[in-house]
């Protein structure tokens, strides 16, 4: 549990956001999926098509 005392974090997917990481070959979608880490509240946000 985060320290805070909350529910985990949405990033908590190790497995599947390193699958869809290191299965991309595209660098232009990495770059874009980089910059949306920065802010994006959750995996599924850096993932989106928006």
Do not use: H
């Not at 805070?4 to 990495?30: H, N």
């Not at 874009?32 to 928006?50: K, M, N, Q």
């Amino acid at each position: 549990m985060p320290a805070g005392g909350g529910a985990a974090a949405p990033w908590r997917k190790p497995e599947a956001v390193r699958e869809r990481i290191t299965g991309c070959g595209d660098a232009e979608a990495l770059g874009r999926r980089l910059r949306r880490a920065v802010t994006a509240p959750s995996a599924d946000e850096v993932f989106g098509d928006g």
